[in-house]
């Protein structure tokens, strides 16, 4: 079974360029998470997405970030205008729907710097 | 609002040894806890899922255990080796929406 996919792996823009990520998550998994890692800290969930609907994004920095899953598979997620403090890893995860069964799968991750 | 406490933040152990990873908990009211292993520059590899109505769960020479009312949860590692070394995290899944919140992480050394 493929895993979730990513891309890019890696990323250098300079502040206040434009970025997009890609995830495709497992086949058949309804449930997509975005997280932001940060070094040295555990990941923040940025945005979850139930089939092509938004579940949560309290964390998720409206004004410069945004996110869409159109057809209820794959996933972008775009950061307009950078900001140094946005160098990070994200995330990407699946699971195949939300409540007690719902173990979460990682993709290798995006690592973003800024400069 | 939930947070994740792992201690320690770091853990050098000689090979060998059983040791045991922390995680703590503020709000009881969660799906499931996962733990993770990641290992530098990479993505987060499940190791184990409790469901809240489980006390543990067992994986080769990993145990988990829950404690929803005590809000803690503990991974055990039997006979740690060198490749056991990475930083371990645990997530809670909450009940309300299924938001996941992570710990910081126990960054583990196994030394030959």
């Known amino acids: 079974e493929a895993g979730v996919a990513q891309s890019p792996r890696y990323k250098i823009i300079e502040k206040r360029q434009s970025v997009a990520f890609w995830c495709n998550p497992i086949s058949g998994h309804a449930t997509l998470y975005w997280y932001q890692q940060i070094l040295g800290q555990g990941p923040k969930l940025l945005i979850q997405?139930?089939?092509?609907?938004?579940?949560?994004d309290s964390q998720l920095p409206k004004d410069r970030f945004s996110a869409e899953r159109l057809k209820g598979v794959d996933s972008t997620l775009k950061i307009q205008p950078a900001k140094l403090e946005d160098s990070a890893v994200y995330l990407c995860a699946s699971s195949f729907d939300r409540g007690p069964f719902n173990e979460q799968f990682f993709g290798p991750g995006t690592r973003l710097t800024v400069l | 609002k939930q947070e994740v406490t792992q201690i320690p933040a770091a853990l050098s152990v000689p090979e060998g040894e059983n040791l045991v990873l922390n995680c703590s908990f503020t709000d009881s009211a969660i799906y499931n806890l996962q733990w993770f292993r990641q290992d530098p520059g990479k993505g987060l590899t499940s190791l184990l899922l409790?469901?809240?109505?489980?006390r543990e769960q067992t994986s080769g020479r990993l145990n988990a255990s829950l404690d929803k009312s005590s809000g803690r949860s503990t991974l055990y590692i039997a006979a740690s080796q060198p490749g056991d070394s990475a930083t371990y995290l645990c997530?809670?899944?909450?009940?309300?929406?299924?938001?996941?919140?992570f710990g910081d992480g126990t960054t583990l050394t196994v030394k030959p």
């Open positions: 409790i469901q809240s109505s489980q």
């Open positions: 997405f139930q089939n092509n609907g938004v579940v949560d």
């Open positions: 997530a809670v899944v909450d009940t309300n929406a299924g938001k996941s919140t």
